[in-house]
Nanobody
């Protein structure tokens, strides 16, 4: 069993900053890519940013230059520093991790954390 626990969401004014954190726990052998996705009502979940085990990052065009993803492989954690937030960044943010256990290799999702940016 693998769990992803997210924290750090909340309400912030436009131009402000928030930091999201996600910690993976359970019988983990290794984690490949970790990432953050977001979803608003009536829309599909979209990739915000991800990072490989080796540290290669990938960002959605809409957040480039404002968001920074990082991870700690020893602690199985991934963070998302969000600066210069805009109202259009309002969404539920989900952590995702591609986890290898002794039984299988698959993706896991966190429960989601709400980010609300007021104008």
């Amino acid at each position: 069993q693998v769990q992803l626990a997210e924290s750090g969401g909340g309400l912030v004014q436009a131009g402000g900053s928030l930091r999201l954190s996600c910690a993976a726990s359970g019988r983990i052998l290794s984690i490949n890519t970790m990432g953050w996705y977001r979803q608003t009502l009536g829309k599909q979940r979209e990739l915000v940013a991800d990072i490989t085990h080796g540290g290669t990052t990938n960002y959605a065009d809409s957040v480039k230059g404002r968001f920074t993803i990082s991870r700690d492989n020893a602690k199985n954690t991934v963070n998302l520093q969000m600066n210069s937030l805009k109202p259009e960044d309002t969404a539920v943010y989900y952590c995702n991790a591609d986890v290898r256990t002794i039984y299988l290799f698959r993706g896991y999702w966190g429960q989601g954390t709400q980010v609300t940016v007021s104008s």
